[in-house]
């Protein structure tokens, strides 16, 4: 069997969708971030909390299998510029943490956030599954705003 | 290096997202599936006509590097019912050709649809990141509608 995936490869391809989740953070207006929402949904801030409370928290449970609880409340204090600040920090504790997963926790089967139980890999794809899936809810917000969001493969620097 | 995910569990992942998409397209009323948008943005059923151009075509083009052209022409003539048979025509190709795809495929470089050039397994993820977009964009259609959207997570039958 060959590698149909390598380990590195996978975090290129998480922390590419993070940068885009990025660019769409930083397309919002400061106040629409904050307040703008379509059918009873939440803002896109507190969607992008709730990706906070899930990605590092979730790169320390794969390495050291320590899952804190999920926490997603908002600390950004409505600031654009802060939430932007939270969503660094969190890339840079998932590269602090990447190297630290062994490469046979992919395959292990686990119990992430102490309550979601499935294979490693499941695990990582879910947390990026969720990041696409939000955000894809937070370009119908910019389009129903008439603002143009970043192009979907854009995920470089 | 241990394999991190291995081609069956691929397919499956594959395969649940497109469950899950199949649930969301009965979900809509038909009239919605056909007429519902936000901001200027596709209907649901086109963006449905979008994933049927590249699913089984992405999976034929995979196993055997002849890609058809891109044809993301709705054929459902505003039913829905012809809708999810072209998703389970799509599902049953998908299936057929997986097996033909080579392991080391995966780490190749290759011109999806004959304009898209990637590593193998980027150009798949590419194809079901995709449709979580797609079809998270769906969900807000949904909830603008007040209709409730079938739970992420459920990707088995």
């Not at 397309?27 to 990605?55: C, D, H, N």
């Not at 998932?94 to 294979?119: C, H, M, T, V």
């Given at each position: 069997m060959l590698t149909l995936i390598t380990k590195d490869q996978f975090l290129n391809h998480w922390q590419g969708h993070r940068l885009l989740t990025r660019k769409v953070i930083e397309t919002f207006p400061e106040k629409e971030l904050f307040e703008f929402s379509i059918g009873g949904m939440r803002t896109f801030a507190q969607m992008v909390s709730e990706l906070l409370a899930i990605a590092a928290p979730g790169a320390k449970g794969l390495a050291t299998d320590i899952w804190e609880e999920l926490d997603e409340k908002?600390?950004?204090?409505?600031?654009k510029e802060r939430l932007l600040e939270l969503w660094d920090k969190s890339t840079d504790e998932i590269n602090l943490y990447w190297p630290q997963i062994s490469d046979n926790r992919f395959q292990e089967e686990l119990l992430a956030f102490g309550q979601y139980k499935d294979k490693g890999f499941c695990t990582l794809l879910y947390f990026i599954d969720n990041e696409i899936h939000h955000r894809g809810q937070g370009y119908v917000y910019l389009r129903a705003l008439n603002i143009e969001p970043p192009a979907f493969w854009e995920r470089q620097l």
């Amino acid at each position: 069997m060959l590698t149909l995936i390598t380990k590195d490869q996978f975090l290129n391809h998480w922390q590419g969708h993070r940068l885009l989740t990025r660019k769409v953070i930083e397309t919002f207006p400061e106040k629409e971030l904050f307040e703008f929402s379509i059918g009873g949904m939440r803002t896109f801030a507190q969607m992008v909390s709730e990706l906070l409370a899930i990605a590092a928290p979730g790169a320390k449970g794969l390495a050291t299998d320590i899952w804190e609880e999920l926490d997603e409340k908002d600390r950004s204090g409505n600031s654009k510029e802060r939430l932007l600040e939270l969503w660094d920090k969190s890339t840079d504790e998932i590269n602090l943490y990447w190297p630290q997963i062994s490469d046979n926790r992919f395959q292990e089967e686990l119990l992430a956030f102490g309550q979601y139980k499935d294979k490693g890999f499941c695990t990582l794809l879910y947390f990026i599954d969720n990041e696409i899936h939000h955000r894809g809810q937070g370009y119908v917000y910019l389009r129903a705003l008439n603002i143009e969001p970043p192009a979907f493969w854009e995920r470089q620097l």
